[in-house]
């Protein structure tokens, strides 16, 4: 398999961010990424689609009621290809409106923690989970996290100027969101995203672009694997990618703290080697491979409960128990532990 590093959740001037896509598609590329989708708010932007400055750009949308007050059920839609905006009042017709044209559908920033500086004090988590037929979930939205850190002016304004500190991993609580849906028996797809917008931040009399794409794109991504590299065939490389974001064979990884290209967590039986995103019906002992590219803390779950623990470059266990597997890794940068990365589930029954 080839992994290619996207980001899957930005804006540009047809909503509320600042750079058009092929300027944001030259940063992406001087960041390294292979891929972008782009996601403005209630607007499905046609004729954009292809290959600039290298990187393979294509166009979602976040869709959300704009009446609704408060502000809730923010969702990410990919591979729709339609304008689905009219569909926002409602979250179920919305998923099924994209489920129906071939989209997929994710809940964008599920768990959110208003801002203490904020005026309005508004969050806009994900409220209504009676929702069925949806993809998966942003399990790590950079911005909704910086957001949530600025917890009074002093602390913006050491942020404004280094904002790694702020930066942690995704929320305990999506996290436990994310293994209680998971717990149902359902696959669970979780991406990871910038949420970029390269807006300028004001604080009294400083003004700053804390955020720039390039940055951001430098920071938390959502690694895919595909079946072949890409071709330059703008359609056939749109569907490996959206097929591989379907099938869950996808991690996330917090790239400033270390490269997380060449992540690998594996399952293997008698006969077979399955991964992230994969089901199977295990017939003896299976064993748990991971390995990343630089040492970390890397820690190997059961339906959300630790079951083995390695520092370094890897882990092995062995184990016979079904459940739901899935791998996180915590390195120190900045001074702090970190979260880095957050593999999909290999499913096991």
Known sequence: ????????????????????????????????????????????????????????????????????????????????????????????????????????????????????????????????????????????????????????????ALLAFFPSLAIRGPFRQTLKLWDELLAKGKPVVAIGNSDAHAVAFHLGPITRIIFPYEYLFRCVNTHVLIDTPFSGDVAADKRLLLGALRAGRCFVGYDLAGPARGFRFEAVDATHTFVMGDGFRRSGVVRYNVKCPVPGLIRLLRNGALVAQANGEALEHQSVEPGVYRVEVYRRFRGASRGWIFSNPIYVT
């Open 1 to 156: 398999m080839v992994e290619i590093v996207a980001n899957l959740h930005m804006h540009t001037p047809y909503s509320d961010g600042a750079g058009y896509h092929r300027e944001i598609a030259a940063a992406a590329a001087q960041a390294g990424l292979d891929a972008i989708i782009t996601t403005d708010h209630n607007v499905h932007v046609r004729g954009i689609e292809g290959y600039h400055s290298g990187v393979l750009v294509l166009v979602g949308e976040e869709v959300h009621d704009a009446r609704r007050r408060p502000q809730a059920n923010h969702c990410l839609i990919f591979g729709a290809d339609d304008e689905l905006a009219p569909f926002a009042a409602k979250p179920q017709a919305l998923i099924d409106a994209a489920v129906a044209r071939g989209g997929m559908a994710f809940p964008a920033h599920p768990v959110e923690f208003p801002s203490g500086m904020s005026v309005e004090n508004e969050e806009y988590g994900w409220k209504d989970w009676s929702i069925r037929g949806y993809t998966g979930l942003e399990l790590w939205n950079y911005m909704s996290e910086f957001k949530a850190r600025l917890r009074n002016w002093p602390r913006a």
